[in-house]
């Protein structure tokens, strides 16, 4: 990559600075070191222990509103505890759900998920996120695999889901909770290493596999994000405007990390989320965008670019939107452009966080001049998370050389429901947890290459597809593009480029080519290159799937759906 590295500007001493600041005995994110599962790591001292005490907590926040829908339904934080405590009633008196049990939420994003989700927690239980976007047989194959003592799902999923061997109900009206005056039900005990929440991996490729997370994991996730606020306003200055709660869209599905975490933040920092349901519709969240005041619009990078194109986009008036964030995958320098074209005041303010669902969401975090300095810079390593690289064989590899990226935090995965093997893979002696990416340390900061599986090897040459995207949509006429390995009898595999024009513009394969060559390597110059106007298919966190495109998979790929 160009440019100064990263991790010699000077700007990067503030960010230390900042963190030391807080993170110091007495501040607000003090951090310590205790045993977790066998480990000594590092924690934050004050946090709440289980998510039960997080729903607690919710009534500080008064009348304010927590969830708006865009069906209309709103849920203040004093209405949030009782709603909740009605639906424990239904869970634990009607199906007998209590402490360990299993319920399975499988339906399209709406209110009586997020309460089902928070009275399942509050009792103890564990909910299986199951992806809403699935077919029938991969439904059952997770019902199988995780073994729910209930299963919620909402009319089009129990059609498409049809007869299980587990008990089932409806996620009908009565899931939202009757009585919003109702007490909680006497706290029964919940340590911080109990399973919470099991979430299927994304997976771009092959059958998902459910992560286990733990109520500390869940809730670190979230103090993670708050630390995050809370020093991009200690840097910003008093004079910064980010003060008080956003107001946040939430489009992500409630099965994937991004959106659990929306969820379970606005009851962390007492802000209002505001999730248009159904079918993604950009016209009509650019209007509840309006109508309910949003100033932080989120996304995965899809929903973030057909927001940007949105009808009625004009009468959003200027200055309201104070962040634009990309969750789920990288923040690429495209979709940096477009937001800066759209929304010149914000040119300087998108970052990106890095982590995935096993290594608990987020592990390190990258301002918007780093990633202006080098787009595959995900940034400094964040307070109670480690994070080291490996070669295949387990050994630590010095700084500046690629290999596994590996994460420890209290926050990681417990385990991979029912599949030993894979849990063995993935979370090696120590609790360090592979993350599946490809990438190195340098000077402290962490560079993503690529996912591990996506690394072409092109006559022996390691070529990272990211930082040949990342070139070719810096053409102007670029939309997006994915880049990966196709086989080759003389190479055993050459690059190939699938790369979206933007509306208007033309644009040959030997163009691409010769964009390319300019500034990289001849054996990263895509051998092969496809124009298209169509959308690069993308699974339900936004996530390209190159095996779809590659052709060594049928097309799983639906437009996201109600
Ligand atoms: P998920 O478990 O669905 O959240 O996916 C996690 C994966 O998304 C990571 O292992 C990375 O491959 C990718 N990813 C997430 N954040 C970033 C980022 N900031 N930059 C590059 N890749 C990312």
Redesign the pocket.
């Known amino acids: 990559m160009t440019g100064t590295a990263p991790g010699r500007d000077p700007r990067l001493g503030a960010i230390h600075d900042a963190t030391r600041r807080i993170c110091a005995p007495g501040g607000p994110f003090e951090v310590r070191t205790e045993e977790v599962l066998g480990e000594r790591v590092q924690v934050f001292t004050a946090r709440p222990r289980h998510l039960r005490e997080l729903l607690e907590s919710a009534s500080v926040f008064g009348d304010a509103e927590c969830y708006v829908f865009s069906d209309g339904r709103r849920v203040t934080f004093s209405e949030l505890t009782g709603r909740v405590a009605s639906v424990m009633d239904l869970m634990s008196v009607d199906y007998g759900i209590g402490p360990g049990d299993r319920v399975a939420v499988a339906a399209a994003n709406c209110p009586e998920w997020i309460m089902a989700f928070w009275a399942a927690t509050a009792l103890g239980a564990v909910v299986v996120a199951m992806n809403g976007w699935w077919t029938a047989s991969e439904m059952h194959s997770a019902v199988e695999l995780t073994e729910p003592d209930l299963v919620l799902v909402d009319d089009r999923r129990a059609e498409r889901l049809g007869a299980v061997a587990r008990p089932t109900a409806r996620l009908g009206s009565d899931w939202f909770g009757e009585d919003p005056g109702r007490p909680l039900p006497e706290a029964i005990e919940v340590a911080e290493d109990d399973p919470a929440l099991l979430i299927f ?2 997976g771009t490729t092959g059958r998902p596999k459910a992560a286990v997370l733990s109520h500390r994991g869940v809730i670190g996730y979230l103090m993670l994000q708050k630390f995050m606020g809370a020093r991009s306003a200690l840097l910003a200055g008093p004079s910064s405007g980010l003060v008080g709660a956003p107001v946040r869209l939430a489009p992500y599905p409630l099965f ?3 959106g659990l975490s929306m969820m379970v933040g606005s009851v962390m920092n007492g802000s209002k989320t505001v999730w248009p349901l159904g079918r993604f519709d950009p016209a009509r969240v650019v209007a509840l965008t309006i109508s309910e005041g949003v100033n932080a619009w989120g996304g995965g990078s899809a929903h973030v670019a057909r927001l940007l194109d949105a009808p009625g986009l004009e009468d959003l008036p200027a200055g309201q939107l104070v962040s634009v964030t990309v969750g ?4 690429s320098p495209a979709i940096i452009r477009r937001v800066a074209e759209r929304f010149p005041h914000l040119s300087s303010t998108m970052t ?8 608990g ?1 987020l592990a390190t975090w ?1 301002p918007n001049w780093m990633l202006q300095a080098a787009p ?1 810079c ?1 940034g400094p390593v964040l307070p109670t998370v480690e994070v080291r690289v490996t070669g295949d064989a387990g050994g630590v590899l010095p700084d500046g050389v690629e290999g596994n990226v590996e994460i420890r935090s209290p926050y990681t995965m417990l385990e991979y429901c029912g599949q030993p093997e894979a849990t063995a893979e993935a979370v090696r002696p120590g609790r360090w947890v592979r ?3 490809f990438g190195r340390m340098e000077d402290g900061l962490l560079f ?1 290459a690529s ?1 591990r599986r996506d690394l072409i090897i092109r006559g022996g040459e390691n070529v990272y597809p ?1 930082e040949i995207e990342y070139r070719i949509c810096e053409h102007p006429g670029v939309e997006e593009a994915a880049v990966f390995g196709v086989d080759d009898a003389t190479f055993g595999q050459v690059v190939k480029a699938v790369v979206v024009t933007r509306p208007g513009a033309v644009l040959s394969p030997a163009e691409v080519r010769s964009f390319c060559a300019e500034n990289l390597a001849y054996y990263k110059v895509p051998e092969e290159v496809e124009v298209t106007t169509q959308p690069l298919p993308r699974n339900a ?1 936004g ?1 390209v799937m190159k095996h779809v495109l590659a052709g060594t998979a049928a097309s799983g790929f639906t437009d996201d759906e109600g």
């Open positions: 991996t994304s994937h990390v991004s789920g995958s990288a923040t990106t966080g890095y982590g995935s669902t096993e290594t969401g990258a595959d995900v993350s599946g990416d993503i996912r990211f966190s996530k």
